[in-house]
């Protein structure tokens, strides 16, 4: 363990296999860059955001790389019930509750628990604690959210949250904007995705779940055939900001399931998303405008596309969703595999 202090000060480390490099932030435990080959071996960076951390302090990232918490998604009217008592949380995406409220997990600076930079299996632990009453959810929370470069490029992320005293609502989520392309390559409308999810849970004006669980066949949301992410985004609206019900036991790796498999044509980079937890926000960039980047890229709407793998948004006040309570004392573990190929 090369680096056992407790990190106060937002800064970027590092984790280099020889092949894949990737630049990690304690600031929300924010990856800020990833690069990987394309089908030449050429390197890029995939990964939208910024190249110091001031930015992400100043709160000019929407959401870049971040991990959101503690509660991914969008609360409905920042209001819940648990155990009897009543919950009120900030309206900070009116009239919603959004990632955690004003001062998410993404706008913490995590200690820095363990890090190793290069060599075999490089990787970088951190740790928060979330006290009880923050953002108005209960209980204190200790957090630990581990990166491991697992293979030449793959990447490996492990979240694991701990409520001490009392039952809470816990839904992480990684919200690295990727384009497969380069970060600063335009948009991703020509990459191609496809989702191992049959159906959505469709959502109401304010983006918030209604309760239904609908089939995607026949509709601009069915991707369970690789399709290009621009050929129906015109009819929904903005674009895509929808949770989909991962439903694919049989495509299992490492006990984790088959999310997504994204697609850059010109570059032949593929990224392919496992994990462990019932839904996947697939999210278009839709509110990106104008934010001056690494290098001085300026991402416009649709410039990435996000893949968070979340409990379905809403879902405390849903009774027909998954649970996202976790009791006291109980082990909340939301696993990620990015499997890089060209």
Known sequence: MADQSRNTSPEIFELNNGTMHVKISNYGATITSLSAPDKNGKLADVVLGFDSVDPYVKGLAPYFGCIVGRVANRIKEGKFTLNGVDYTLPINKPPNSLHGGNKGFDKKTWEVAGHKKDGEKPFIIFKYHSDDGEEGYPGAVS????????????????????????????????????????????????????????????????????????PVKGTPFDFT???RIGESIGEVGLGYDHNYVLDCPDKEK??????????????????????????????????????????????????????????????????????????????YQHTMLFEFSA
């Not at 992320?157 to 990727?178: C, F, G, R």
């Not at 380069?182 to 918030?208: A, F």
């Not at 996947?280 to 001085?296: I, L």
Request: charged share 15%; hydrophobic share 35%; glycine share 10%.
């Open 254 to 331: 490492d006990g984790l399931k088959h999310a997504a498999k994204l697609r850059d044509g010109a570059s032949s980079r593929v990224l392919n998303l496992w994990t462990n937890v019932p839904g996947m926000q697939f999210y278009t960039g839709n509110y990106v405008n104008g934010v001056v980047g690494k290098g001085n890229a300026v991402y416009g709407k649709h410039a990435g596309v996000c893949l968070e793998t979340q409990g379905f948004p809403n879902a405390i006040n849903q009774s027909n969703f998954p649970s996202v309570v976790v009791k006291a004392g109980d082990k």
């Open 225 to 227: 055939e690789e399709k």
């Open 143 to 214: 957090v630990t959210a581990t990166y491991t470069l697992t293979s030449a490029t793959t990447m490996r992320l492990d979240m694991e949250a701990v409520p001490k005293n009392k039952d809470t609502p816990i839904s992480l989520a990684q919200h690295t904007y990727w384009n497969l392309a380069g970060h600063d390559s335009g948009n991703i409308l020509d990459h191609s995705i496809q989702i191992w999810g049959s159906h959505i849970t469709p959502v109401d004006q304010y983006t918030v779940p209604t309760g239904e669980i609908l």
